[in-house]
């Protein structure tokens, strides 16, 4: 009776997954459509990609070529604003995992006098978006002289409200026994942190690392502000102005931003586990 009990319970657990799975796999599809109809695209011919856009022939490489990328290299200097991009973004990323962990540090394990006002107003921060600010922003870093240039396209988004309160969420949940050991054995706060604490947080810093290139890769609006010199700029400027020069070739276009959105995937799927573990471990959970 045992065996008969069980057998519909398991059939029920089968097409539940088989239900979810089934879910889960149509999203992924959702999802994926465009970025494969763009990765087709840019392999067809420029009078291809219109008109097979609305079918299932959009999905199917036909004629395939390099040629738009070809192009795309010959009519804009794409490797400068690739060049840029990294630069800029990889500058943003690196100097706020070492600003950001360290605010988020202090936040977890100082005790000083202002501590929770200090903790509320970087939670305050996090519901005033850059459009609110960048004008007078635009203003402060056009008296100081920074417009065209790379500074003025990093330092505004080095400190992040967002990612202190990560590595706040994280270091708070962290065991104080083995810092504590460290400092008994002579251990200093700057060698406790960087020999103790980070080992222990890779999950949160590729998680925060990831979460700003995204943010930062594809940047628009304050690029566009204060630069005017292409020498500097990122390439969601470039694709702007590519996409501004005639004539307009859609193939061209679908080229140029699977080459920008490239790195962004390469980035994730290497850092796939540790964003996971940090999704899971970090404040995003909470």
């Known amino acids: 009776m045992t065996g008969n009990h069980e057998t519909p319970k398991q059939a029920m657990r089968f097409w539940r997954k088989l239900a979810v799975y089934g879910c889960l796999s149509v999203c992924a599809l959702i999802y994926i459509s465009p970025i494969l109809f763009m990765l087709v695209a840019s392999l067809k011919p420029d009078e291809r990609v219109l008109p097979e856009a609305g079918s299932w022939q959009a999905f199917i490489p036909v004629d395939v070529s390099l040629d738009n990328y070809r192009e795309v290299l010959t009519r804009v200097p794409f490797g400068v604003y690739l060049l840029n991009s990294l630069i800029i973004t990889g500058s943003i990323v690196l100097a706020g995992l070492v600003v950001n962990s360290l605010a988020g540090y202090a936040l977890a394990r100082l005790r000083f006098r202002g501590r929770w006002l200090t ?3 970087v939670l305050a921060l996090l519901i005033i978006p850059l459009e609110a600010i960048a004008v007078p922003l635009f203003y402060e870093v056009t008296w100081l002289g920074w417009r065209d240039t790379y500074l003025v396209q990093i330092l505004p988004f080095v400190a992040s409200a967002f990612s202190i309160y990560l590595f706040y969420s994280f270091f708070a949940g962290l065991p104080r026994e083995l810092e504590e050991a460290a400092r008994m054995d002579g251990a200093g706060p700057w060698r406790v942190f960087f020999q103790i604490v980070v ?7 590729a998680t925060v690392a990831i979460v700003t290139f995204l943010l930062f890769w594809g940047l628009y609006l304050w690029p566009l502000m204060v630069t005017t010199d292409e020498s500097v700029r990122p390439l969601p400027l470039g694709m702007a102005t590519f996409r501004s020069l005639p004539p307009l070739r859609w193939g061209d276009l679908m080229a140029f931003a699977v080459m920008m959105v490239t790195p962004v995937l390469v980035l994730f799927l ?3 586990r540790w964003f996971v573990r940090g999704v899971v471990y970090s404040g995003i959970k909470q």
């Open 270 to 272: 290497i850092f796939q």
């Open 199 to 205: 080992p222990l947080s890779k999950p949160v810093f």
């Open 119 to 121: 903790m509320g107003f």
